[in-house]
């Protein structure tokens, strides 16, 4: 099944919030913020423009695997560039792109500003949610109950 709907589809069914975290704020209170939302990645943020994402992984890999305290660590020290796409990319086009860079978030981009973020599951949900569309209007046609 092609995926051809683009990314602002699924951001039109998520929260407007944005939370984003400062390059110059502990890792410590990052994570802090993180567990309190529920979330997995934090969009980094500096002079209103992106600059990095922080992600769960990122505290694993480069702060307590790295014998470093978060408490003691800035979001900036361990951040690194991120991937962005853009409202009009696809849905389809950012589960390549995920795959092929092995990253579960993407900051969504729109003339430079951060207008939202999806995560590999927010993908998965939503192909789940448009192929169960589409088998039911295929049962109602088999059905007699649509017309072609």
Known sequence: MKTAYPISSILHHKTSAIWTVAPE???????KFMAEKNIGALPVVSGG???????????????????????TTTVFEILEPCITVSP????????????EKRVRHLPVLENGNVVGIVSIGDL?????????????????????????
């Open 124 to 148: 998965v949900n939503w192909i789940i949610s448009a192929q169960d569309a589409v088998i039911e209007q295929l049962e109602q046609y088999i059905a007699g109950g649509v017309t072609a």
């Open 49 to 71: 423009r992106l600059v990095g994402i922080l992600t769960e992984r990122d505290y694993a890999r480069k702060v307590a695997l790295q014998g470093k305290t978060s408490r």
């Open 25 to 31: 704020a502990m890792v410590y209170e990052a994570i």
């Open 88 to 99: 009009d990319d696809s849905v389809e086009d950012c589960m390549r792109l995920m795959t």
